[in-house]
């Protein structure tokens, strides 16, 4: 019988790209829908000035060059770099990886694999690689396939690795502004550039450190409609003819997401606490990216009233960094411990969905 290895967080790593753009200058940087039909300018008009107080974003980072305009990274050299910052880290050399799992919601391209040129860019010759296409949920999926990896004694270190590059799509001149629709304007102010990762390793024990100690993730969306989507691609390529109908535009159900969230969000936290048989008192503090301050306002009282979790153990930094998809969650963690808020014993349950096709999900660390 084999006999389970217990997974060690030895480090994080992060990369956000160029100064913070404060959210009153984000067309400065973005461009403006000047040629929009005259209803929606008028809506995004209105919109503009509620979203800054439903969204409760401060600001957020772009791989943009704000002068010239030229974009100043991609999802490959976000990736890379947030790695390299977590092997810094943990005094590792890129060499040591057996197995790199990386995770993006829009490929640099669609074939090779960027799994394959992030190990590139590392200059790993030869590793284990994995992909996985998704945006919210993608970290806790990445974080699944190495968790069991490493506690079967497949691999002794992985690399997990999420890059969002949101940017090239928010940007004016991608639209097809005549064919614009509410659905693709919303996510403009909040979604931003930004990449993280972790170096996990495979332990007899880990008697000091973060522990991994549990990995959840769900499709339950099956017989639900899309709550996001982004067309591009498939039957989807004639390029003509995507630019003159608007099918490459990013949109969202704002009101699906809303309705539909906050059931999503209860649902992932009780299967991770139920499944690792926990109690609800024995959490220390819930780690949550979630781009909008009347949902976050809204779950922590759910969760006092609910679960008897105080406002106090929630922590979350996407006010500060705008929300750069599935890597937001690991930002957080790695504010989290480069601050100290863990202690010793302390456990954290970070709870994830996704809307797109309501995937929900997230990990249990402890500090030990």
């Given at each position: 019988m084999v006999q389970l290895k217990?997974?060690?967080?030895?480090?994080?790593?992060?990369?956000?790209?160029?100064?913070?753009?404060?959210?009153?200058?984000?067309?400065?940087?973005?461009?403006?829908?000047?040629?929009?039909?005259?209803?929606?300018?008028?809506?995004?008009?209105?919109?503009?000035?509620?979203?800054?107080?439903?969204?409760?974003?401060d600001q957020v980072y772009?791989?943009?060059?704000?002068?010239?305009?030229?974009?100043?990274?991609?999802?490959?050299?976000?990736?890379?770099?947030?790695?390299?910052?977590?092997?810094?880290?943990?005094?590792?050399?890129?060499?040591?990886?057996?197995?790199l799992l990386y995770g993006n919601a829009v490929?640099?391209?669609?074939?090779?694999?960027?799994?394959?040129?992030?190990?590139?860019?590392l200059g790993i010759e030869k590793c284990a690689e994995m992909e996985i296409h998704s945006n919210c949920s993608a970290m806790s999926k990445l974080l699944q396939i190495a968790f069991d990896s490493l506690r079967l004694g497949r691999y002794k270190t992985v690399v997990v690795a999420y890059s969002q590059f949101s940017s090239p799509y928010l940007i004016s001149s991608y639209y097809n502004q005549e064919k614009l629709k509410t659905e693709n304007m919303l996510l403009?102010?909040?979604?931003?550039?930004?990449?993280?990762?972790?170096?996990?390793?495979?332990?007899?024990?880990?008697?000091?450190g973060i522990r991994l100690e549990y990995v959840d993730n769900l499709s339950i969306g099956g017989k639900k409609d899309k709550g996001m989507w982004?067309?591009?691609?498939?039957?989807?390529?004639?390029?003509?003819?995507?630019?003159?109908?608007?099918?490459?535009?990013?949109?969202q159900d704002y009101r699906a997401a809303n309705d539909l969230g906050p059931d999503c969000f209860w649902e992932s936290f009780e299967r991770l606490v139920g499944g690792y048989n926990l109690k609800y008192s024995e959490v220390d503090y819930v780690l949550a990216t979630l781009p909008s301050s009347k949902l976050w306002e809204y779950a922590q009282?759910?969760?006092?009233?609910?679960?008897?979790?105080?406002?106090?153990?929630?922590?979350?930094n996407v006010r500060k960094t705008g929300y750069a998809g599935a890597s937001s969650v690991i930002i957080a963690l790695n504010e989290m411990l480069k601050k100290r808020v863990l202690k010793k014993s302390q456990l954290v349950?970070?709870?994830i969905f996704e809307s797109s096709k309501w995937m929900i999900g997230g990990f249990i660390l402890r500090h030990v």
């Open positions: 217990e997974v060690e967080v030895v480090s994080t790593g992060t990369y956000l790209p160029g100064e913070p753009v404060p959210f009153n200058n984000l067309e400065s940087v973005l461009g403006k829908f000047e040629k929009a039909p005259p209803n929606i300018r008028r809506e995004e008009r209105m919109l503009r000035s509620l979203a800054r107080k439903l969204i409760g974003i772009y791989a943009i060059d704000p002068k010239s305009g030229e974009f100043t990274e991609n999802t490959i050299t976000m990736a890379t770099k947030a790695i390299k910052d977590a092997l810094n880290k943990a005094n590792i050399n890129a060499e040591e990886i057996d197995c490929p640099e391209c669609q074939t090779p694999p960027g799994s394959t040129l992030v190990q590139e860019q403009r102010w909040f979604l931003c550039d930004g990449a993280s990762a972790l170096v996990l390793k495979a332990r007899d024990k880990v008697s000091e982004f067309n591009l691609g498939g039957v989807n390529l004639d390029l003509p003819r995507v630019w003159e109908n608007g099918q490459h535009h990013f949109g009282q759910i969760f006092q009233e609910k679960y008897g979790i105080s406002p106090d153990k929630w922590y979350g349950v970070s709870v």
